[in-house]
């Protein structure tokens, strides 16, 4: 049960603040961000299964985060490609969003369910395969979890309340954001997203840190871009003995070469 916010053009030193929980089996191997050594543009982590990764940037401001998508009761299916490498061709392609989700559009049924966010610091798309939703965020505040694009699930909907009151707020305070990401209280039961879950794992999966005896919140990215193209990538990963650690960058971004 992912989760990514993002608040475009609406903070007076940042024109993108992108902050995603990644949740996974615990069980399932990843390394925490870093410039990759086959392609060193490109700062993200990496799933260690399919060799592909959940969020990333790269020197140049091409950004892609995915997260899966259950607006099917249809059961996922193992014969199918890992969403990571939605990520991965997008970071290390040429392609602008239109054409490269429109090629991502036609390979649609070789996935299990995704949203997929690529784009660049001025301008994010949105496409969820199970919809074949194709949109452009607008500036403002957004957020995504499993269903699509501001699904109004309660873990989105609070995300993006508190988000939006960060935007006068100057110097950011990045543990405000990382606190919204980690707040652990479950809506009412009366406002549960409506999924095929017995009633303790959705109360677990419905708050924005998620923990369950092999399943949760792996770790939190924050990405801020200020207005000069200059970006702070902090990525905090959990760890089973419920300590944290954190991994930090800051660089300029360059222009893309032709």
């Known amino acids: 049960m992912c989760l990514i916010s993002m608040q475009h053009s609406q903070h007076t030193s940042y024109k993108l603040i992108l902050v995603a929980n990644r949740d996974e089996q615990y069980d399932r191997p990843s390394l925490p961000a870093h410039f ?43 014969q ?28 649609r049924s070789d996935y299990n369910g995704f949203n997929l966010i690529v784009g660049s610091t001025d301008s994010l798309h949105h496409y969820n395969n199970i919809l074949d939703e194709h949109s452009v965020l607008q500036t403002g505040n957004h957020a995504v979890s499993n269903a699509t694009l501001d699904t109004p699930w309660p873990k989105v909907t609070r995300t993006k309340a508190a988000m939006a009151e960060l935007t006068s ?17 479950p809506p009412p039961d009366d406002q549960l997203p409506d999924l095929p879950l017995a009633l303790p794992i ?43 650690s954190d991994v930090r960058f800051s660089f300029q971004l360059m222009s893309e070469e032709k």
């Open 36 to 78: 990759w050594l086959d392609h060193p543009n490109i700062l993200a982590g990496k799933d260690l299964s399919e060799n592909g990764t959940w969020l990333g940037i790269t020197k140049q401001g091409r950004i892609a985060a995915v997260t899966n998508s259950y607006l099917t009761t249809t059961q996922e299916s193992d």
């Open 80 to 107: 199918k490609m890992s969403r990571g490498n939605l990520v991965m061709d997008y970071l290390t392609g040429s392609m602008g969003p239109n054409e490269y989700l429109e090629q991502v559009r036609q390979q």
């Open 169 to 185: 707020s100057s110097p950011l305070d990045e543990e405000t954001i990382f606190r919204i990401m980690a707040d652990r209280m």
């Open 202 to 244: 959705l109360r677990a999966v419905s708050a924005n840190f998620i923990q369950t005896e092999r399943y949760g919140t792996r770790s939190t990215t924050l990405i801020l871009i200020d207005h000069s193209d200059q970006v702070t990538f902090v990525e905090r990963s959990y760890l089973p003995d419920g300590t944290s």
